[in-house]
């Protein structure tokens, strides 16, 4: 199974202060149509799991632009550019080239 | 407005089986692969199974053997049969449009496996 491995665990961020979160693979994600299916989602308090990056770097269309996603093959990155507080919660990052799908393990994002 | 519905989950003693079920308004399922991911309470989230539009099937190793996964395109709705559930299956159980990079995620249904 293709490990992903995201750190940190923990991010305390002063508000209106970049962040960022990386996910690295244990396999390429390059699929054989030659996309990269690496999806991060934001798990708000209390809420579902809602995509805010798709296939690397395309961001959904109720993500602001503060947020970027980008990286190749095994090593990905998600960029917070100033740090609202409507950004708290859990970031995951899963990869949806390879059979079993798999996430990587969550990172806290709370304001100092 | 968009809704992605689960239901069917519950008590249900080890050993059990339950069937979860999940259901669409106001998007379509019928051209897309559709996925089951779990959380376990307190846990991250853990992808359990996923269908493709032509209905091939896979599953997470946890359940292979146990759940089973289909869909009603008429019906635009997907079902997840889970049999011979154990303690470690207690979790909300998410109903996910896609299996690539999934984009709807329903509220989810809580089962707890308990004596």
């Known amino acids: 199974d293709v490990v992903m491995t995201q750190s940190p665990l923990s991010l305390p961020v002063t508000l209106g202060q970049p962040a960022s979160i990386s996910c690295k693979c244990s396999q390429s994600l390059v699929y054989s149509d030659g996309n990269t299916y690496l999806t991060w989602f934001l798990q708000r308090p209390g809420q579902s799991p809602r995509r805010l990056i798709y296939?690397?770097?395309n961001r959904d269309s109720w993500v602001p632009d503060r947020f970027s996603g980008s990286g190749s093959g095994t090593d990905f990155t998600l960029k917070i550019s100033r740090v609202e507080a409507e950004d708290v919660g859990v970031y995951y990052c899963m990869q949806g080239t390879h059979w079993p799908r798999t996430f990587g393990q969550g990172t806290k994002v709370e304001i100092k | 407005e968009v809704q992605v519905l689960e239901s069917g989950g519950g008590l249900v003693q080890p050993g059990g089986s339950l069937r979860l079920s999940c259901a669409a308004s106001?998007?379509?399922?019928?051209?897309?692969?559709l996925s089951w991911v779990r959380q376990a309470p307190g846990k991250g989230l853990e992808w359990v199974s996923a269908?493709?539009?032509?209905?091939?099937?896979y599953y997470a190793d946890s359940v292979k053997g146990r759940f089973t996964i289909s869909r009603d395109k008429f019906k635009n709705t997907l079902y997840l049969q889970m049999n011979s559930l154990r303690a470690e299956d207690t979790a909300i159980y998410y109903c996910?449009?896609?299996?690539?990079?999934?984009?709807?995620w329903g509220q989810g249904t809580l089962v707890t496996v308990s004596s």
């Open positions: 269908i493709t539009v032509g209905g091939n099937s």
């Open positions: 106001g998007l379509t399922f019928s051209n897309y692969g």
């Open positions: 996910v449009r896609g299996i690539s990079g999934p984009d709807y």
């Open positions: 296939k690397v770097s």
